[in-house]
T-cell receptor, first 111, second 114 residues
Framework: GENVEQHPSTLSVQEGDSAVIKCTYS??????FPWYKQELGKRPQLIID?????GEKKDQRIAVTLNKTAKHFSLHITETQPEDSAVYFC??????????FGTGTRLLVSP | EAGVAQSPRYKIIEKRQSVAFWCNPI?????LYWYQQILGQGPKLLIQ????????DSQLPKDRFSAERLKGVDSTLKIQPAKLEDSAVYLC????????????FGQGTRLTVV
């Protein structure tokens, strides 16, 4: 079945710096890759997603890139702000439409 | 549109007791997921329904966990008997058409087994 690995597990940056989180997936049939943000004690919420027919997608300070050949995708956050501090999860969906999550990255943005 | 509703929000039980969680997905969403999220970890898929059929339950501990989706709408997840390691947040999510569209999550049920 699908396996999603995520790195790093924790990431500390200064406000204004960029942050990059990387994920790899195992199922070559996967074709949908969402990213979720989870603040402490709250539900995960979608921040951006990408489908396999697109290599890159951007939404203001957030961008996601996908390399299907290498089976990895990344989240890029530019000009980080303290409110970006949260846990970020990547996920992949493909065969049988299962939605499988990575292990999470705790991002801390210091003022 | 109304979000995914879950109840209860919190539950404390003793080991070997049973417990049930309820989920009402967003209206019109065909796919319903139950995830287990242990503190500090990512959501682990327990079971995925498409309408009232099971798409995947490969990680559901079937000797103690069961789930059903009534008439393709509401769903219940049951644990009987509970173990200490079942302490976690149980998240329900729904999406329109399976794994290719946004999954919306409920607030979750925080289960503590003592």
């Amino acid at each position: 079945g699908e396996n999603v690995e995520q790195h790093p597990s924790t990431l500390s940056v200064q406000e204004g710096d960029s942050a990059v989180i990387k994920c790899t997936y195992s199922d070559s049939a996967s074709n949908y890759f969402p990213w979720y943000k989870q603040e402490l004690g709250k539900r995960p919420q979608l921040i951006i997603d990408i489908r396999s027919n697109v290599g890159e997608k951007k939404d203001q300070r957030i961008a996601v890139t996908l390399n299907k050949t290498a089976k990895h995708f990344s989240l890029h956050i530019t000009e980080t702000q303290p409110e970006d501090s949260a846990v970020y999860f990547c996920a992949a969906s493909g065969g049988f439409q299962k939605l499988v999550f990575g292990t999470g990255t705790r991002l801390l943005v210091s003022p | 549109e109304a979000g995914v509703a879950q109840s209860p929000r919190y539950k404390i039980i003793e080991k070997r007791q049973s417990v049930a969680f309820w989920c009402n997905p967003i209206s019109g969403h065909a796919t319903l997921y139950w995830y287990q999220q242990i503190l500090g970890q990512g959501p682990k898929l327990l079971i995925q329904f498409q309408n009232n059929g099971v798409v995947d339950d490969s990680q559901l501990p079937k000797d103690r966990f069961s789930a059903e989706r009534l008439k393709g709408v509401d769903s219940t997840l049951k644990i009987q008997p509970a173990k200490l390691e079942d302490s976690a947040v149980y998240l329900c999510a729904s999406s329109r058409t399976g794994g290719f569209t946004e999954a919306f999550f409920g607030q979750g049920t925080r289960l503590t087994v003592v």
